[in-house]
């Protein structure tokens, strides 16, 4: 591990310091009347591209309602907690507003799950991936690129552990304010705010407290949250220089997304990493990691790693200065060996 990654991680787990190569100020204008808020504290999606890392914001377009899944399993009292929070996001001034019961696999979609949730490290309570669609055929070269939310997925742990080991089930004031915490990510801000008061702590005491007064019927706001949906979705709010050549397995692949023969790219970033993922015509999806992303966003962009997954390292292999790019992919394996195949979780806790 290098010096910068170690002094990174370091303080990552100190709690940190909002990231050096980015801040507020050039959207400072639309966010004035929002008041005091942390919207500088957010990990900015990335899109290493063109020998340069961009970062930018992404978010949901507010012109319609948000599909949300619930999950089927839940209790009367565990809805009630799911939906006050759900309720709190809709009055907060976002502009959102959600459209409850959609089909699994649209829009939001929130399940239970027993174990460790995935994507963000170990012993996670709960985890989201939100999705960030970009149009291959933008530049990238503005001051905003073509990027909106378009899913979501939160897994909620609804039990825990006692002291003794033993399983006990979330009280409904955790589940609220977990739920509301996630429902944040989901709505495009990730990574974590680190002081104040906002959704966005990642302080368990401040997610039972936060539960505990939406359950009471206490007014919720979030000017964070405001502060992000007051700029457009794919505002770019940081370029950094990337060393030659870096980039080429996201270019190669954006080329091959341009011509067809791919959909995408979604972008994801977690709490530990990050991803650029691409599906062919069966779905079958090919994801390039980018991992080294606190370094890179401490100042050390040349720290980051841009690593093509197995099926994406096929895919590329299929090009060479010889033969130039071959018209088409090795046949798809069957469906379910494609799903098994599929990169895990990408998550912020």
Known sequence: MTRAAACALLLAALGGCAPSVWNVEPLEPRLRALGAHRLGDATPYLLPVHDELVLFLCRWETQEPIPVSLPAEASPPQRRALEAALGAWERAGLGVRFARDAAPGRGIELRF??????????????????????????TSRGERIVARLVSASIELQNEARDPLGRRVELSDAELAGSTLHELGHALGFQGHVRVGSSAMRRQVDEVRRAGRRLLAGEAFSDPTLRALYAVPSGAVVGRLPLPAGRTQPVDRLLALARSGALAGPLARMGDLEGQILFRDEDGAAYAIWLRGVAPALAGHPEELQVLPGPRARRRLSLHSPRSGWRARARPAPPRSVREFATPHRVGTA
Request: charged residues 15%; glycine residues 16%.
């Open 113 to 138: 799950v027993t174990g460790s949730a995935g994507g963000a490290g170990t012993a996670r309570t709960a985890t989201t991936v939100a999705d960030c669609a970009l149009d291959p055929l933008d």
